[in-house]
C-alpha cells in the first residue's frame, strides 16, 4: 500500500543537526512533491515548503526564513526525502511530518487541485540542554 | 500571521450537521483541501477540489466554497468526528501553501 515512513524520535541539544527520513514505497517516488510539515506542541499545522522530486528543486516557506536553518532533498535510489535541520534550539521542539503533494489543473473550473494526501507518521524532535 | 483563518473552536450535537470555515482572499483563486487530526495521529486528508473524498472518507464529509470563504460540512456528526480540522490553500502568490489555524470540533 502506499505509505510514507518515517524516522524516529530525536533528542538534540541546542546548536546540533537532525537529520529526519520520509521513505515512500507503493508509488512511484518522482510522480509526487514531498512536502514538510511542522507542528510545536499544542500548536497548528504549518507548512516548511515542497521539494519537487523530478527536478530537485525546494520551495521554501517564507515564514520560516531567517530564524530556522533547514533543507529538503531526497535520494531516488531508496524512495526517500530528508528533512535536514541545522543550529537547533528550543523553540524548534516539534513533530515534523513529511506528506505526500498532489496537484492537478483542472481545465474546467480553471482552478488547481491541490492536496496532501498521504503523510507520514511525523517524528518528534526535541531539542534541550 | 495566517493567510487562510478558521474558527477556534466549534461544537455540535451528537447526530447533527456543522460547517467549519476557512476563510481568506487566496480562497477567491485557490480550493481549499481539508485536514482531520486526531489527538497524537498524523492529519488526514478529508476534502480536496472542489468536493472530493479520498477512498474511505465517510460521505457525511463535504466541501463547498463561495467568495473567500471555503467550508467543511459534517452532515450527522458522529462521536468520531471530534477532532481538530484544517484548511490549506495557496498564498495568494499562489507559490505556497498555508494552513489555517485549526478548528477543535467537539461533539456534544
Known amino acids: 500500500q502506499v505509505q510514507l515512513v518515517q524516522s524516529g524520535s530525536e533528542l538534540k541539544k541546542p546548536g546540533a543537526s537532525v537529520k529526519v527520513s520520509c521513505k515512500a514505497s507503493g508509488y512511484t517516488f518522482t510522480n509526487y512533491a514531498m512536502n514538510w510539515v511542522r507542528q510545536a506542541p499544542g500548536q497548528g499545522l504549518e507548512w516548511m515548503g515542497w521539494?519537487?522530486?523530478?527536478?530537485?528543486?525546494?520551495?521554501?516557506a517564507q515564514g520560516f526564513t531567517g530564524r530556522f536553518v533547514f533543507s529538503f532533498s531526497f535520494d531516488t535510489s531508496v524512495t526517500t526525502a530528508y528533512l535536514q535541520i541545522s543550529s537547533l534550539k528550543a523553540e524548534d521542539t516539534a513533530v515534523y511530518y513529511c506528506?505526500?503533494?498532489?496537484?492537478?489543473?483542472?481545465?474546467?473550473?480553471?482552478?488547481?487541485?491541490?492536496?496532501?494526501?498521504?503523510w507520514g507518521q511525523g517524528t518528534m524532535v526535541a531539542v534541550s540542554s | 500571521s495566517s493567510d487562510v483563518t478558521q474558527d477556534p473552536v466549534v461544537s455540535v450535537a451528537l447526530g447533527q450537521t456543522v460547517r467549519i470555515t476557512c476563510q481568506g482572499d487566496?480562497?477567491?483563486?485557490?480550493?481549499a483541501s481539508w485536514y482531520q487530526q486526531k489527538p497524537g495521529q498524523a492529519p488526514v486528508l478529508v476534502i480536496f477540489g472542489k468536493n472530493s473524498r479520498p477512498s474511505g472518507i465517510p460521505d457525511r464529509f463535504s466541501g463547498s466554497s463561495s467568495g473567500n470563504t471555503a467550508s467543511l460540512t459534517i452532515t450527522g456528526a458522529q462521536a468520531e468526528d471530534e477532532a481538530d480540522y484544517y484548511c490549506?490553500?495557496?498564498?495568494?502568490?499562489?507559490?505556497?501553501?498555508?494552513f489555517g489555524g485549526g478548528t477543535k470540533l467537539t461533539v456534544l
Open positions: 521539494i519537487n522530486t523530478k527536478s530537485g528543486n525546494p520551495t521554501y
Open positions: 487566496s480562497l477567491r483563486s485557490y480550493y
Open positions: 490549506n490553500s495557496r498564498d495568494s502568490t499562489g507559490d505556497h501553501r498555508v
Open positions: 506528506a505526500r503533494g498532489r496537484s492537478n489543473y483542472d481545465f474546467w473550473t480553471g482552478y488547481y487541485v491541490d492536496a496532501f494526501d498521504i
